[in-house]
């Protein structure tokens, strides 16, 4: 896996390009935008910008011979909203990020939604903000991997 640093706002899109091993710059062009325009004038930071939907970039994967696959990190069920839900398959995302490279979505203390690769063959974490580090360094806490694989047809 090589860094790619992003210059923006676009964490999520820069941690998938490195897991797929391509430059960001080509997922952006086939989705046809880069996510900065402001949808959410009254919010501040990047909370103001149109951002890029996860099914924007699994349709970029799959035409591009991967799949993606978002796995929470304590699912629940319930039948509506009304009634509390249950955990299930408490330790999927563990499995998961043993077996396959990925993608972590992180809330961090400041309360915005970051993303970072990682490589299960060498237990990095590729953050797009320019650096490396391992698993119990991740900056907030996981509440979603995103398990990359090769289709093989």
Not at 85 to 105: E, Q, R, T, W
Request: hydrophobic letters at 40%; a negative charge.
């Amino acid at each position: 896996m090589i860094l790619q640093k992003q210059p923006d706002s676009n964490c999520f899109v820069y941690a998938c390009a490195m897991v797929m091993g391509v430059q960001a710059e080509l997922i952006f062009e086939s989705i046809g935008h880069r996510g900065d325009e402001v949808w959410w004038p009254k919010n501040e930071g990047a909370k103001r910008l149109r951002g890029v939907h996860i099914q924007e970039v699994t349709k970029f994967a799959l035409d591009h011979g991967y799949w993606m696959i978002p796995i929470d990190d304590y699912p629940m069920i319930a039948p509506d909203d009304n009634t509390e839900p249950k955990s299930i398959i408490s330790n999927l995302m563990y499995d998961a990020l043993h077996n396959y490279d990925g993608v972590f979505c992180i809330l961090l203390d400041t309360g915005i939604i970051h993303a970072v690769a990682w490589d299960r063959s060498k237990e990095l974490i590729y953050d797009p903000r320019g650096i490396t580090y391992t698993m119990g360094l991740i900056p907030g806490s996981v509440f979603m991997f995103v398990a990359f694989g090769k289709i093989s047809r």
